[in-house]
């Protein structure tokens, strides 16, 4: 799961609607639409009375990140960890846990690989910032993608 998509669940959760997303993300429509698009399909948000909403599947993922990601604090905060690691296993841990619960029945008789979702991603020319494969525009920096 993106950094992206990570804040936008955090701001769900704490009640932000999407024009208060576009606002504090700065990007366009198009781009948040991609994203929440991609979220819906992962049954991680659901559109309810005209707000997106976390489902129980979004709210599970937050709390399990959540609290893995307190304990590699407090491994940081008593030196059992560096700083470089500790950022490392948090980027990892969003990602296996994203993974874990998107898994497709057959991924693993398939043949399909941890870095396999990695090739899903485009890189921005302009700051380097992983996007979505078929964005238009980056969601950072709002630099055009050619693709």
């Keep these: 799961m993106t950094d992206i998509e990570n804040k936008i669940l955090l701001f769900l959760e704490s ?11 700065d990007i366009d429509e198009e781009n948040l639409a991609d994203i929440v698009i991609e979220l819906d399909n992962k049954e991680l948000i659901m559109l309810e009375d005209n707000n997106w909403i976390l489902t129980q ?11 893995l990601i307190k304990k590699l604090k407090v491994d ?16 990892e841990l969003e990602y296996i846990l994203t993974i874990e619960k998107e898994k497709p029945r057959g991924y693993e008789s398939e ?9 899903d991603k485009i890189i921005c020319p302009k700051c380097g910032k992983e ?15 050619k693709k």
């Design 131 to 145: 996007n979505k494969v078929g964005s238009k525009f980056c969601y950072k920096c709002g630099e055009q993608i």
């Design 76 to 91: 940081y905060l008593h030196g059992n960890i560096n700083k470089e690691e500790f950022h490392k296993r948090k980027k």
């Design 57 to 67: 599947k979004g709210k599970d993922l937050l709390k399990e990140m959540k609290e």
């Design 15 to 25: 009640g932000y609607k999407i024009d208060d997303i576009l606002k504090e993300l």
């Design 111 to 119: 043949g399909k690989r941890f870095e396999d979702k990695e090739k």
